[in-house]
């Protein structure tokens, strides 16, 4: 039996409906009854639909949110918290002003926007929060920024992958909840879903050979890389499902209930 079971949410738990379905819950339940335990570990922040999946996988565990620069317990006590540098962020919010771009910055408590546009309000329902309207320098000049985040489309995408950021950790994500539409995150030097989950299981005290995880987008491959039990599903990106032999279904068809399911059995 796998002890711990690390699973990203949009694409993997998550699908078109925003919601976890009941068979992935099924499956979640029998595998803790059972003495496994689970973690989220998302792009996402530590509110709204994130927090009551984490708070329903685990509610005494820590989890791994903003891409691995916050872990904390869902109840907002932070493990972790890992702030971008203040000129790095200055720099992202001058691109973003100068190529009109949705731009998102996260405290660890909140969601702060310019402006709100038609795609920034959609991401905001998808994650059930609502983003607070500020100049975003205010922002940065008064808390730490854990990370900078850009909501674009497909045609927008060779725009923000243009701006070189040393020692930045960038990562793409999607969500088959909105379509079209690409999630690139900004974290510090040397954080990532990666380094979260080596934390995360150093502070559990399990080995890393023993963890499973779970996930769907080129921005999960530093979790997957980690741990002993990759696992990936079968909407994946093609890198991951060429990469990890693994796969199981669509997350559309319960694909990460069959993950949990397989926890119990090795």
Not at 46 to 56: F, S
Not at 75 to 82: A, K
Not at 106 to 132: D, N, W
Request: charged share 20%; proline share 6%; hydrophobic share 45%.
């Amino acid at each position: 039996m796998i002890p711990l079971v690390i699973v990203d949410l949009d694409g993997t738990m998550i699908g078109s409906s925003g919601l976890v379905r009941e068979c992935v819950w099924q499956a979640v339940e029998k595998a803790k009854a059972a003495g496994v335990k689970a973690a989220v570990c998302t792009g996402r922040p530590c509110g709204g639909g994130a927090q009551k999946v984490a708070q329903r996988l685990g509610p005494n565990n820590p989890h791994i949110f903003h891409s691995g620069a916050v872990i904390s317990y869902p109840d907002g006590r932070p493990l972790s918290v890992h702030a971008l540098p203040g000129a790095v962020t200055e720099q992202v919010i001058a691109f973003s002003r100068e190529r009109n771009l949705v731009l998102e910055l996260y405290t660890p408590g909140e969601m702060f926007v310019e402006r709100k546009t038609p795609l920034s309000e959609a991401h905001a329902q998808m994650i059930a929060m609502s983003a607070v309207v500020r100049d975003l320098k205010s922002v940065l000049a008064s808390e730490p920024i854990v990370r900078a985040q850009w909501v674009v489309t497909s045609a927008q995408l060779s725009i923000v992958e243009a701006l070189k950021l040393n020692n930045m950790q960038i990562s793409r994500a999607s969500s088959p909840v909105l379509k079209d539409t690409y999630f690139i995150s900004i974290t510090q030097a040397g954080v990532s879903k990666g380094t979260a989950v080596e934390h995360l299981a150093k502070h559990l005290k399990i080995d890393l050979a023993n963890i499973m995880a779970v996930g769907d987008s080129r921005g999960d491959l530093p979790m997957l890389e980690r741990v002993g039990h990759p696992v990936v599903m079968a909407n994946s990106e093609p890198e991951l499902l060429t990469r990890y032999p693994t796969v199981v279904g669509d997350v559309e068809a319960c694909g990460a209930a069959e993950a949990f399911e397989l926890a119990l059995r090795r």
